[in-house]
C-alpha cells in the first residue's frame, strides 16, 4: 500500500463528507498519516448564481455568514477527528472549490492524497459536487478517493 503522510479530506456537511472522514480516519490510522480536513466557501459560485446578469454580486454580510456557516460545519467534524485520536488540522477557506481542493491545497500543504465524497447536500450542490468529485480526480497530481 501506498505510504501516505498527509491526506486531505474535502468537507461540505453531506453524509457522504462524513462517510469520507471515517474513511480518512481508518486510512490514517493504519498509515499512521495526519489529516487536513478543508472545506471552502465557493463564495463567487454563489453569487453568480444570484445574480441574472452573470456579475459577481453579493450582499456585504452575506460573505461572512457563509464563513460563519462553514466553521459551524465544520465542528462536527472536528469532533470526529478528535474523538478517533487521530492528528490533524481544520481550514476553512474562500475560492474556487474545485481548484483549491485539486491543485491549490494539495500542492501547497504536500498532501500524499484527497479523500472526498462523491456529493453534497442538495440537488444542485449534487451537480457541482460531482462535477467537483469530477475535476479533482482528473486534475489532482495525487491519489483520490471518493466515497459513494
Same mark, same amino acid.
Given at each position: ?18 462517510? #469520507? ?5 481508518? =486510512?490514517?490510522?493504519? &498509515? @499512521? #498519516?495526519?489529516? =487536513? =480536513? !478543508? ?5 463567487? #459560485?454563489?453569487?453568480? %448564481?444570484?445574480?441574472?446578469? /452573470?456579475?459577481?454580486? $453579493?450582499?456585504? @454580510?452575506?460573505?461572512?455568514?457563509? $464563513? %460563519? ?6 465542528? @462536527? ?14 481550514? !476553512? &477557506?474562500?475560492?474556487?472549490?474545485? &481548484?483549491? =481542493? #485539486? ?6 500543504? @504536500? ?9 453534497? &447536500?442538495?440537488? $444542485?450542490?449534487?451537480?457541482?459536487? /460531482? ?5 479533482? $480526480? ?11
Amino acid at each position: 500500500m501506498e505510504r501516505y503522510h498527509k491526506i486531505l479530506v474535502g468537507i461540505d456537511g453531506s453524509e457522504q463528507s462524513m462517510d #469520507a472522514l471515517h474513511r480518512a480516519i481508518d =486510512l490514517g490510522q493504519a &498509515l @499512521n #498519516a495526519s489529516l =487536513l =480536513l !478543508v472545506t471552502v466557501v465557493d463564495d463567487r #459560485a454563489l453569487a453568480m %448564481a444570484m445574480s441574472n446578469t /452573470g456579475n459577481y454580486v $453579493m450582499a456585504p @454580510n452575506m460573505r461572512e455568514d457563509l $464563513m %460563519a456557516h462553514a466553521k459551524e460545519t465544520m465542528k @462536527n467534524y472536528v469532533s470526529e477527528a478528535t474523538k478517533a485520536g487521530i492528528d490533524f488540522e481544520d481550514k !476553512v &477557506l474562500v475560492g474556487d472549490r474545485k &481548484l483549491e =481542493l #485539486a491543485e491549490n491545497i494539495p500542492d501547497k500543504e @504536500n498532501v500524499d492524497a484527497i479523500v472526498i465524497g462523491a456529493t453534497g &447536500l442538495t440537488r $444542485m450542490e449534487r451537480v457541482f459536487i /460531482g462535477s467537483t468529485a469530477s475535476y479533482i $480526480m482528473n486534475n489532482a497530481k495525487c491519489d483520490v478517493i471518493i466515497v459513494k
